[in-house]
């Protein structure tokens, strides 16, 4: 029998994961859906401190689960703190692009979502306004979707509802909902793991110039 109504969010924290978390409640009800948050040994492992509280004030069941494997697979600059957070140039990835992560956390989410009865998955992958990560493409998210059906002959529907926005769209849906502040104030996006921000890394730039271009937006309305 298909549950329509309940709804797993891979749960970072963060702007992204956090704007979808609210819209899935305001559609569903904080009853009818569940975060899933990932240890995976990141440098900026606050943000399952932020994520928890998050989940916890808005009354949503929230799970941790340890990937930590990651860091002894993965060379990169989220798990490996003396490799520097650097945006990518002349083509190159990122040095925060983790292999293998959203499959990963997906995948989980997965199997934690079927035992659950739950059919639908919700992430906040973007490749409109991103860092240039691959596992964020919309080609990825629908493939990826096919082979988990298959796999576990089971009709997942994953939900990327940021697909397509940019970064001042996602704050202008944060807005609508009465939340921005909440957005703002309590999410953490930094990858150096810094309380408000560092400012400096490719995900604080993202945010706070996707902030700026909505608030500017909003003015001139």
């Not at 939900?159 to 703002?184: N, Q, Y």
Request: aromatic letters at 8%; proline letters at 2%.
């Amino acid at each position: 029998m298909m549950e329509n109504n309940k709804s797993m969010v891979v749960f970072s924290g963060g702007q992204d994961s956090t704007t979808c978390l609210l819209k899935e409640i305001e559609v569903r009800g904080a009853e009818n859906v569940r975060a899933l948050i990932f240890n995976y040994g990141q440098r900026h492992k606050v943000e399952i401190e932020h994520a928890l509280w998050i989940a916890n004030e808005l009354g949503v069941q929230a799970d941790v689960v340890s990937v930590k494997e990651l860091n002894d697979l993965a060379e990169n600059a989220l798990t490996r703190p003396e490799i520097a957070v650097k945006a990518g140039k002349n083509g190159d990835l990122p040095s925060t692009f983790v292999d293998g992560r959203n499959m990963l956390f997906l995948t989980y989410a997965a199997i934690f979502a079927k035992r659950l009865g739950i059919h639908d998955i919700v992430t906040g992958v973007c490749e409109t306004d991103f860092s240039g990560y691959p596992d964020c493409r919309d080609i990825f998210i629908k493939s990826l979707n096919v082979t988990l059906n298959l796999a576990m002959d089971y009709q997942f529907r994953i939900h990327t509802p940021m697909m397509w926005l940019t970064k001042a769209d996602e704050w202008e849906m944060a807005d609508k909902m009465g939340k921005l502040e909440f957005v703002r104030d309590h999410t953490h996006t930094c990858y150096n793991g810094v309380e408000g921000g560092c400012g400096e890394c490719p995900a604080c730039k993202l945010r706070n110039r996707g902030l700026e271009e909505y608030l500017k937006r909003k003015e001139t309305k």
